[in-house]
């Protein structure tokens, strides 16, 4: 089983459609979660971190599920500039200092 | 806040020759410091991190090597390189308890 997995997609939508995205990870001892945005050809910059309690930034919430190990994101009101790879990022004790990276989720949304 | 550099941003290199990318990071003392990997169309492949300089962890056996010679600098080299060496090379800081990877603009390397 790989450490995060994710729906590789692609999710096209149309504006304004709401999209979420599912991502599960193997190590229960896990801690720190991430969501990370990359446009084609760029480095992936950080969207948001995931808390316990789940947290919302304007139109994206994230979600923290510990009990079945999984995170998502939600893209309310969809934008043409939300279009890009969306990755789950998880940290732990058992990865030491490192992310470890899912491939990632494709979202194009079109006019 | 930290500014991670990156050079060059593209590269073409024959097979054999070596490798040298170099990453500097501003902003930030002792960081963690990583090599990520990333073939077309693939996701992120850890190479290297570093917790401090002289130390360094390989998470993939192969023909590249890393080192960190200062606190803020980070150095991916190889001897020779394979065609499958090509990829999008990032250079990232970051990455302690809750605390998220910053990148750089990362390296396109095509290997001829």
């Known amino acids: 089983r790989k450490e995060v997995e994710q729906d590789p997609g692609p999710f096209n939508v149309p504006e304004g459609a709401t999209v979420a995205f599912n991502c599960t990870y193997s190590?229960?001892?896990?801690?720190?979660f991430f969501w990370y945005r990359q446009d084609c050809r760029k480095e992936p910059k950080l969207l948001m971190s995931?808390?316990?309690s789940g947290n919302e930034d304007g139109r994206f919430t994230a979600q923290l599920n510990r009990a079945s190990q999984y995170i998502s994101l939600l893209i309310r009101d969809s934008k043409l500039s939300d279009s890009a790879t969306y990755l789950c990022?998880?940290?732990?004790?058992?990865?030491?200092?490192?992310?470890?990276f899912g491939a990632g989720t494709i979202l194009r949304v079109k006019s | 806040s930290q500014t991670i550099h990156q050079w060059p941003a593209t590269l073409v290199q024959p097979v054999g020759s070596p490798l040298s990318l170099e990453c500097t990071v501003e902003g930030t003392s002792n960081p963690n410091l990583y090599w990520y990997r990333q073939a077309a169309g693939r996701g992120l492949q850890l190479l290297f991190y570093?917790?401090?300089?002289?130390?360094i962890s390989s998470e993939v056996p192969q023909n590249l090597s890393a080192s960190r010679p200062q606190d803020r600098q980070f150095i991916l080299s190889s001897k020779k390189l394979l065609l499958s060496d090509s990829g999008f090379y990032l250079c990232a800081a970051g990455g302690g308890y809750n605390s998220p990877l910053h990148f750089g603009n990362g390296t396109r390397l095509t290997v001829t």
């Open positions: 995931v808390y316990s």
């Open positions: 990022v998880v940290n732990g004790e058992e990865y030491g200092n490192k992310l470890v």
């Open positions: 570093s917790v401090g300089i002289g130390q």
């Open positions: 190590n229960s001892a896990s801690q720190s």
